[in-house]
């Protein structure tokens, strides 16, 4: 996202953290202009909660979809809840543009009674997204509902001696983060279905790199999926989010009840807590505990490795070159730049990539020979090659040596998951 989709805006405090009522503010003014693409466009929105896609506009009305989404109360949710009445209202109100007298009578209330429950809703939209990108400056407001969480007892010698013995021999360990969420998600669906709880994941804009083993950022997940899901006897949801953050990665475990229940204290939720806590204060990371009426959200956020995967792309089309590096800002992947094919052999003997992205026509000399060059070379035999053309030629790229095949033209998402899965074959957790 360039700076000069921004500067238009009149606010002129864009690179600043908002505090709690310029979010709202901002949040309120995006919703009501939710279908008027030049106004989002401005919209500090883009800056604050970090919406990278090439078409920005769209990225934000997505995200705020998504927020949405999460107060929508699970099938067989009691009607009357305060979350249904907030998912009803920013639904209706911004997504199906109702006017305030229309909304009035589905609800049948008065429009005075309607505009304080918009504000309600809103200020709950707020404190979700608020928690979900750690955005708040003032930290008395995010944490106004957070709830402590249990020390560790005397009971506990033999967990911590397996913590000091985790921490000194997997210090170093590094994971990708998408790919271990997937697994911890696919491993409690079972217990979930059991439950009746539907139980999903959002991460696929998450291509970085989390300086912690993957068995610890899986057992973490994992601890805190199933105490969930094991207070949603009664049904309900839990999603699985993850986002990139400045030098560290947060990963949102967000459960949504069907009716109001005493999370603080049920003792499964408490001693995965603990556990959780535990295990990501070890590798430098924190975890946090949120309530929003009926929603719990438990918010783990762990630090960035610093390490860089230098990626080679070799492509003639400078405007590609560009769009693949705006997708991977932000990311722990380094794109170097390479538009004369006939100097890619050299370049990547002297450079060492731990990937490569190959366009195949191209002048003087196309990849097809390229890419058989590179892998008859020792010195870049092994390294993983992502063919991307505009030719169908998905298998004709694998058989000839190439470890993945993306079709131009590419998405941002599409890009960064073949960087991923190659990265996370080459160096497993």
Same mark, same amino acid.
């Given at each position: 996202m360039g700076s000069d989709v921004l500067s238009g805006h009149e606010t002129g405090r864009i690179q600043d953290m908002p505090n709690r009522n310029e979010f709202e503010r901002?949040?309120? $003014?995006?919703?009501?202009?939710?279908?008027?693409?030049?106004?989002?466009?401005?919209?500090?929105?883009?800056?604050?909660?970090?919406?990278?896609?090439?078409?920005?506009? !769209?990225?934000?009305?997505? @995200?705020?979809?998504? +927020?949405?989404?999460?107060?929508?109360?699970?099938?067989?949710?009691?009607?009357?809840?305060?979350?249904?009445? #907030?998912?009803?209202?920013?639904?209706?109100?911004y997504l199906r543009r109702l006017t305030q007298q229309a909304e009035a009578d589905r609800l049948g209330i008065t429009v005075r009674h309607l505009r304080r429950e918009q504000a309600a809703a809103l200020e709950a939209l707020a404190d979700y997204l608020g928690l979900q990108f750690d955005l708040f400056t003032e930290p008395a407001q995010k944490a106004s509902v957070a709830c402590t969480l249990p020390p560790a007892g005397p009971g506990d010698a033999e967990?911590?001696?397996?913590?000091?013995?985790?921490?000194?021999?997997?210090?170093?360990?590094?994971?990708? #983060?998408?790919?271990?969420?997937?697994?911890?998600? !696919?491993?409690?669906?079972?217990?979930?279905?059991?439950?009746? #709880? +539907? @139980?999903?994941?959002?991460?696929?804009?998450? +291509?970085?790199? +989390?300086?912690?083993p993957g068995t610890v950022l899986r057992q973490i997940v994992l601890n805190l999926l199933t105490a969930a899901i094991r207070n949603l006897a009664q049904g309900g949801a839990v999603r699985v989010t993850a986002r990139e953050g400045e030098g560290r990665l947060v990963v949102s475990v967000t459960a949504t009840a069907c009716a109001r229940e005493p999370w603080r204290q049920m003792e499964p939720l408490d001693a995965a807590l603990l556990v959780s806590r535990q295990l990501a204060e070890l590798f430098g990371g924190q975890l946090t505990l949120c309530e929003l009426d009926e929603m719990l959200v438990v918010q783990v956020v762990v630090p960035r490795s610093q390490r860089q995967v230098v990626v080679l792309a070799v492509e003639d089309n400078a405007e590609t070159l560009r769009l693949w590096s705006r997708y991977v800002r932000g990311t722990p992947f380094q794109l170097v730049q390479e538009i004369d094919p006939t100097n890619a052999l050299a370049?990547?003997?002297?450079?060492?990539?731990?990937?490569?992205?190959?366009?195949?026509?191209?002048?003087?000399?196309?990849?097809?020979?390229?890419?058989? /060059?590179?892998?008859?070379?020792?010195?870049?035999?092994?390294?993983?090659?992502?063919?991307?053309?505009?030719?169908?030629?998905?298998?004709?790229?694998?058989?000839?040596? &190439?470890?993945?095949?993306? /079709?131009?033209?590419?998405?941002?998402?599409?890009? $960064?998951?073949?960087?991923? $899965?190659?990265?996370?074959? &080459?160096?497993?957790?």
């Open positions: 901002e949040l309120r $003014r995006a919703l009501n202009h939710f279908y008027d693409p030049g106004f989002l466009q401005r919209s500090p929105l883009l800056q604050w909660l970090h919406i990278r896609e090439p078409d920005p506009v !769209e990225g934000l009305r997505a @995200l705020l979809r998504q +927020a949405i989404e999460a107060f929508r109360p699970p099938m067989g949710a009691p009607q009357a809840t305060r979350e249904r009445r #907030v998912y009803d209202v920013l639904y209706h109100r967990l911590n001696r397996e913590m000091l013995w985790l921490a000194d021999s997997q210090r170093h360990r590094t994971c990708q #983060v998408a790919p271990v969420l997937r697994e911890a998600v !696919e491993l409690a669906q079972g217990l979930a279905s059991d439950h009746h #709880v +539907a @139980l999903q994941i959002e991460c696929d804009g998450c +291509a970085a790199e +989390a300086a912690i370049r990547a003997m002297e450079l060492r990539p731990q990937l490569i992205v190959l366009d195949v026509m191209m002048p003087d000399i196309d990849g097809w020979a390229l890419l058989k /060059q590179l892998r008859e070379e020792p010195l870049t035999s092994r390294i993983p090659i992502i063919v991307c053309t505009v030719l169908p030629q998905r298998d004709l790229a694998l058989s000839l040596g &190439a470890s993945d095949f993306i /079709q131009k033209p590419t998405t941002g998402q599409e890009f $960064r998951a073949a960087l991923e $899965r190659q990265i996370s074959v &080459a160096m497993p957790s």
